[in-house]
């Protein structure tokens, strides 16, 4: 077998099937672009093939990003929520104070002075409880971390296409998100992925 065989041989292999369509591929941009040609977005399945499916496909990145910037509200809400669920367990009920009165008599009953710390007090159920609410609740906020994170980084691939028009998408549905979900926020960010 000569050179030229094995070389073509192997470009068979490389490429699959030999007759493969050469608009199947997918243009990956290490430079800036306006093109939309061959352009596919994060996966091989998400192909921008003409007019519509840029429209429709720069709406659902400004969906997405936006969708992005609901979920840190979400996450916001969750945080404040856990937070004075908190300090439901510090604050005493009606009732639970543990003043003794000392105008009561010695010889009232034990259940109107201060309570002892005995398996059965209720300050031991709310100690249990606030820790496991503060354990859940530590758990559900790590997930939204999580959420956010891959998130984050998912609008980062969508940037990384470098192509003008995605970029633009992703600022615009920043600018959505914050506009429905940024209230009462600082429009500054802080150093991140986004």
């Known amino acids: 077998m000569d050179h030229h065989a094995i070389h073509h041989a192997g470009m068979d292999m490389d490429h699959g099937h030999g007759g493969m369509d050469m608009g199947e591929q997918c243009n990956m941009n290490m430079l800036f672009t306006w093109s939309s040609k061959d352009l596919c977005i994060i996966f091989r399945q998400w192909r921008v093939n003409g007019p519509f499916s840029l429209l429709v496909s720069l709406v659902v990145i400004v969906l997405l990003t936006a969708g992005y910037e609901g979920v840190r509200h979400f996450t916001r809400r969750y945080e404040v929520s856990h937070a004075q669920r908190l300090n439901a367990f510090s604050t005493p009920a009606v009732g639970d104070n543990e003043i003794v009165d ?73 600018f959505v998100g914050y506009l429905v979900f940024g209230e009462n926020l600082s429009a500054s960010k802080t150093v991140a992925c986004h």
């Open 102 to 174: 000392e105008a009561a008599p010695a010889d009232v009953p034990s259940s109107h002075a201060s309570h002892s710390c005995d398996e059965s007090s209720p300050l031991l159920v709310g100690r249990d409880n606030r820790r496991a609410v503060e354990h859940r609740g530590k758990l559900i906020m790590a997930a939204l971390y999580a959420v956010q994170i891959f998130y984050s980084f998912f609008i980062m691939l969508l940037f990384m296409t470098y192509n003008g028009l995605v970029m633009f998408a992703v600022a615009v549905g920043a």
